[in-house]
Structures are given as C-alpha cells and as structure tokens.
C-alpha cells in the first residue's frame, strides 16, 4: 500500500521501508543503459534464474535529502555516492551507471516526492537507496548481461540511537575478507553482518564491532557504520583497512576534524587502543554521527567516555556535520547540491 503523507509522524518514523509514489528506474541490455524514467510500480518482476537471486550481484547506496528551513532541499555530496557506486560496480563486475545520470536521477525522486522530505527541525530526512542488480538468467557462475538500477526514497528517523550512546559487541565472525568485497557496498557484506546482529541485538546490543579479518587485532567497522576514536591526546583517528567501507561521512569528519584542530589520521588502531579512547562514535549517512557508551569483548564491558552521556568533541562534531548537510553553516565547496 502506498505511503500516505497524513500517516507519517515526522518525529517517528523509524528506519524502515515505506511505499512512495515515485522511484527512478532504468534498465541495462544490449550492452547499454537504457533511458531511465520515474515509475510508481514499487514491485521487480524477476525470472527465478536472476542472477542476483543465486550469486548476490547487487550494489547499492545510502544518501540523504535534507530540508532547509527557507524551505528549499540539500543533498550532501551525491556526487561521491555516484563514485562509490561506480567503484562497486567494478568489483562486483557490473556496468558502472553513468555518475551524472545518477545524481541527476537522485533529484528526480527527491522532487516527485518532495511533500515526504521532513520538516526541518524534525530530526528526520528522505534517505534515498539507489541499488542495481543483475536480472539476467543464469546457472554457472558467471555475471549477469542484464540489470535494473532503481532509486527508492523513504522518510527516516534516527538509524542507531541518534546522539545518545549505544553499547556494542565485538564479533566472533568476519563480516568481509581482507581482499573481498568490504570496500564495496554490496549485500553480500550484509548478509554475512545478520546472524552476528541478530545475536547482538538479542543480548541488548546496537551492533557489532568488526576486527580485521587476518589477524582479528585491529578494529575494522560496524555493520553499518565506520569507527572513529578520539585518543586520550584529542587526535581522531579512524581505521585504515582493506575490508571496510570508504565512508562519506568518514571522509567529511576527516576534513572537518583538521579545521578543528583534531590531527585527524586514518591508520590501523588496535582493539586494545579502541577500549582506552576518550570518546568514540560511529559514523555513515543512516548512523549520522552516534556515540559509543561501551564495547563489549570476551565478556568484559569497556566503557567509553560514558553509557549516558555524549563527549564534547562528539557534540562539536555531529553540529559540525549536521549544520552543514541542512544548511545552517556553509562547507567546503561542493559538499552541498541545494535543489
Ligand atoms: N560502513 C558500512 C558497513 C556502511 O553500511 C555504511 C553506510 O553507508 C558506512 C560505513 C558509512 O558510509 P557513508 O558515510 O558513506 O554512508
Ligand atoms: C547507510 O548509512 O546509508 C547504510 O547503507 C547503512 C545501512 C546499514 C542502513
């Protein structure tokens, strides 16, 4: 059933999905992409030999529509998005879509369904969830020769626990080998995150805590978000690792974090070193930036900074990030697509 604006309660929406009128759709054959249009069919109509069905050929991305309060639409970076996604095409041996075509489809949907972006103020956004997948039949192994790339959009609130820290559990598995696919955002890696997530969320958990996957020393990410640490000295430093994903939000904070006099450093940090930082967080487009109270490991609980409350240099940060992304600070050139 289709989403009705009247039924949305801003300050509770949730993170899950919801029926808009309109999404973009274009398909891939004949070795080319094909004109895309905006379609109201929410439903795909696979054949039971699809090649996403049986070997996983999907990519997909997370960006945000957020409302100004004159009233007008930011995206924050979409052109990195339609970087990214190129980057997992090419691993998961798929057909790039065309980067302009894709932040110029972002727009389409985010306009046809422009009554559903939150008020401003409302702690809420449009998440947008451009994906493709190969539709084409096939029994061998191999790459599909037809594909469907669609953006839906959904009205959401807070994915982890907003500002308010949450208390994670370090996983006994691997979420992505060293040279898989962790640095693509395709959902095989998160299908190997849901029995750990599962089982975390039934003991109280947000989430996992991912080590890296050779020698399980050094911190890699969450489930659906990357690590930061501000050290016992104020610098942030952030994991460096062949198996996580290259974060937005990442890149921004490590920007943004310079102009704050952070020193901030990408490099790997050791589980040990993770427990002894001053605060910590989780960042990425649906985490926002989202404070971690505790990690737990081999039964032990660590508490960073504090179960209750968020760290200072958290708070600067998250106001940092977030006034930029709804335009209430300007950021460095070409962060934000006003529409
Ligand atoms: N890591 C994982 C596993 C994610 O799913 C996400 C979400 O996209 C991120 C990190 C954060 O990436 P970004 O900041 O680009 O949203
Ligand atoms: C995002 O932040 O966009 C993601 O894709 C994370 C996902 C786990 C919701």
């Given at each position: 059933?289709?989403?009705?604006?009247?039924?949305?309660?801003?300050?509770?929406?949730?993170?899950?999905?919801?029926?808009?009128?309109?999404?973009?759709?274009?398909?891939?054959?004949?070795?080319?992409?094909?004109?895309?249009?905006?379609?109201?069919?929410?439903?795909?109509?696979?054949?039971?030999?699809?090649?996403?069905?049986?070997?996983g050929q999907e990519i997909f991305e997370g960006l945000k529509a957020y409302r100004r309060e004159d009233g007008k639409i930011n995206l924050f970076r979409p052109d990195q998005n339609a970087h990214?996604?190129?980057?997992?095409?090419?691993?998961?041996?798929?057909?790039?879509?065309?980067?302009?075509?894709?932040?110029?489809?972002?727009?389409?949907?985010?306009?046809?369904?422009?009554?559903?972006?939150?008020?401003?103020?409302?702690?809420?956004?449009l998440y947008l969830r451009p994906f493709m997948v190969g539709t084409s039949n096939v029994l061998g192994v191999q790459a599909a020769d037809e594909y469907v790339f669609r953006i839906f959009a959904?009205?959401?609130?807070?994915?982890?626990?907003?500002?308010?820290?949450?208390?994670?559990?370090?996983?006994?598995?691997?979420?992505?080998?060293?040279?898989?696919?962790?640095?693509?955002?395709?959902?095989?890696?998160?299908?190997?995150?849901?029995?750990?997530?599962?089982?975390?969320?039934?003991?109280?958990?947000?989430?996992?805590?991912?080590?890296?996957?050779?020698?399980?020393?050094?911190?890699?990410?969450?489930?659906?978000?990357?690590?930061?640490?501000?050290?016992?000295?104020?610098?942030?430093?952030?994991?460096?690792?062949?198996?996580?994903?290259?974060?937005?939000?990442?890149?921004?904070?490590?920007?943004?974090?310079?102009?704050?006099?952070?020193?901030?450093?990408?490099?790997?940090?050791?589980?040990?070193?993770?427990?002894?930082?001053?605060?910590?967080?989780?960042?990425?487009?649906?985490?926002?930036?989202?404070?971690?109270?505790?990690?737990?490991?081999?039964?032990?609980?660590?508490?960073?900074?504090?179960?209750?409350?968020?760290?200072?240099?958290?708070?600067?940060?998250?106001?940092?990030?977030?006034?930029?992304?709804?335009?209430?600070?300007?950021?460095?050139?070409?962060?934000?697509?006003?529409?």
């Amino acid at each position: 059933m289709k989403q009705r604006v009247e039924d949305l309660d801003w300050k509770n929406l949730g993170f899950v999905y919801r029926d808009l009128p309109y999404r973009y759709e274009a398909k891939y054959k004949d070795g080319e992409w094909q004109e895309g249009k905006l379609v109201e069919d929410s439903t795909i109509t696979l054949s039971e030999g699809a090649e996403v069905l049986h070997y996983g050929q999907e990519i997909f991305e997370g960006l945000k529509a957020y409302r100004r309060e004159d009233g007008k639409i930011n995206l924050f970076r979409p052109d990195q998005n339609a970087h990214r996604f190129t980057l997992s095409a090419q691993r998961l041996a798929m057909p790039p879509f065309p980067e302009d075509r894709f932040v110029e489809a972002v727009k389409q949907v985010v306009h046809a369904n422009e009554e559903f972006v939150p008020p401003y103020d409302s702690g809420a956004t449009l998440y947008l969830r451009p994906f493709m997948v190969g539709t084409s039949n096939v029994l061998g192994v191999q790459a599909a020769d037809e594909y469907v790339f669609r953006i839906f959009a959904v009205p959401v609130g807070a994915y982890i626990k907003g500002l308010n820290p949450a208390d994670y559990i370090v996983s006994d598995y691997d979420r992505a080998a060293y040279a898989g696919t962790g640095q693509a955002k395709t959902s095989g890696n998160y299908a190997s995150s849901l029995l750990p997530s599962v089982e975390a969320h039934k003991n109280g958990y947000a989430d996992c805590l991912y080590l890296d996957p050779r020698e399980h020393k050094y911190v890699d990410e969450f489930g659906g978000a990357n690590f930061y640490g501000i050290t016992q000295e104020g610098q942030f430093v952030t994991p460096k690792s062949k198996s996580i994903l290259i974060s937005i939000t990442k890149r921004s904070l490590l920007e943004l974090a310079k102009e704050q006099g952070l020193n901030p450093v990408e490099r790997q940090i050791t589980l040990e070193e993770a427990f002894k930082m001053k605060e910590a967080g989780a960042m990425g487009t649906a985490a926002v930036i989202s404070p971690v109270g505790s990690i737990t490991y081999n039964g032990k609980k660590h508490v960073i900074y504090s179960e209750t409350e968020t760290g200072p240099v958290t708070t600067k940060l998250y106001n940092e990030l977030v006034d930029i992304q709804y335009g209430k600070k300007k950021g460095p050139e070409g962060w934000v697509q006003t529409l």
